[in-house]
């Protein structure tokens, strides 16, 4: 079977993984918040700003008088981005202590997420104006989500099987220095 990482073993490339989810949850969690402040703080603003002749934008904006509406869609994704930090934590934890169940955990989920991400990706693209840039950015969005399931998913047959899966060329003894 193919190798994932080219030149890294998969123990190094999952924790960069982990890592990436980390800050890409915390990064997420911070600008849903600015977000939040923003649209609550001044929503006047923000309406003339987002005041054109798209229909989706005028309903967007009508969204933006049920301050409730609002609050819990931000408050949603803060929740979405707080768990996303929880399941790389234990991916994190799971990758340097070889633990073949926190690195299962990680990556059923995900797979769950990916099934969910392609279906919303799909109706996006079926119902939304801008099909080209919604369909080339979930695309390269799917791409990144596969790319990790296969990486984690080789990393625990790695340490389910007890074999080391090397990248060609890799040393052995480089290998577990880690």
């Keep these: 079977m193919a190798h994932p990482c080219c030149g890294f073993s998969l123990r190094k ?8 989810e980390i800050l890409g ?4 969690a911070l600008f849903t918040v600015a977000c939040l402040l923003i649209v609550t703080c001044y929503p006047e603003n923000v309406k003339r700003w987002l005041n054109k002749d798209n229909e ?3 309903q967007l904006l009508r969204l933006l008088d049920h301050s409730l509406i609002v609050l819990g869609f931000f408050t949603f994704m803060v929740v979405i981005c707080l768990m996303e930090l929880a399941l790389a934590t234990f991916l ?6 070889r633990k073949v ?9 995900k797979c769950i997420v990916l099934i969910i991400a ?3 990706i799909i109706g996006a693209v079926a119902t939304a104006e801008s099909r080209l840039s919604i ?3 979930g695309i390269l969005g799917l ?14 047959a790695e340490v389910r099987f007890g074999k080391p899966i090397r990248a060609p060329g890799e040393q052995e003894e480089g290998f577990h220095k880690l």
């Design 13 to 20: 490339a999952t924790l960069l993984i982990a890592v990436l």
């Design 25 to 28: 949850a915390i990064f997420g």
């Design 56 to 58: 989706q934008l005028q």
């Design 92 to 97: 994190i934890k799971g990758a340097r202590h």
């Design 101 to 109: 169940k926190k690195c299962e955990m990680w990556w059923k989920i």
């Design 118 to 120: 392609v279906l919303f």
């Design 135 to 137: 369909g080339v950015s």
């Design 143 to 156: 791409s990144y989500q596969i790319y990790t399931i296969w990486v984690v998913r080789r990393f625990i």
